[in-house]
């Protein structure tokens, strides 16, 4: 492969790194919204952002997988993300580095604020079944057998039939 051949691939990698950046950067916007909404406890508001995360998943996805791919082109002796930055020349080397920094930052971020809408959203099922739980208790019948009124003889029932 040609020398200008692999700057362009670095040039195309480091592009997804800033189309990852602004996503992850939504991400933590959403995720924020999303703490609000748990703690209102708005249902319907939670699930609209969770299809949301759906979608925004299945980009980032993608994006990792051209990713991974670009790397592999670019050498594939050296796996991670960092032993390939040593190798590249200034100044692709000094953006891959803050790029890197940046989105791995990012990443912390939304896993510290996913850790505590995890926690919520935990707490407000336990909520939700207690109200359901309190909401629908009903008394029963204490037997259901030969006791009751429904079962004996004398019932209206029987003597319908």
Do not use: C, W
Request: no cysteine.
């Amino acid at each position: 492969m040609m020398l200008q051949e692999k700057y362009d691939l670095v040039d195309e990698l480091l592009n997804i790194l800033e189309q990852l950046i602004a996503i992850y950067t939504s991400l933590k916007v959403s995720n924020g919204d999303k703490q609000r909404v748990l703690a209102a406890g708005n249902l319907t508001d939670l699930q609209i952002i969770a299809q949301q995360e759906e979608k925004i998943a299945a980009v980032i996805a993608t994006l990792e997988e051209r990713r991974n791919t670009l790397q592999r082109m670019i050498d594939n002796t050296h796996t991670s993300f960092n032993q390939l930055i040593a190798l590249l020349e200034e100044p692709r080397k000094q953006r891959g580095i803050a790029l890197s920094q940046e989105l791995r930052q990012l990443v912390n971020d939304i896993s510290v604020v996913q850790e505590s809408n995890s926690i919520v959203l935990n707490n407000l099922l336990k909520l939700e079944n207690h109200k359901r739980n309190v909401l629908f208790k009903v008394s029963t019948v204490p037997e259901y057998g030969g006791n009751n009124s429904f079962a004996s003889n004398n019932s209206i029932f029987n003597k319908i039939i």
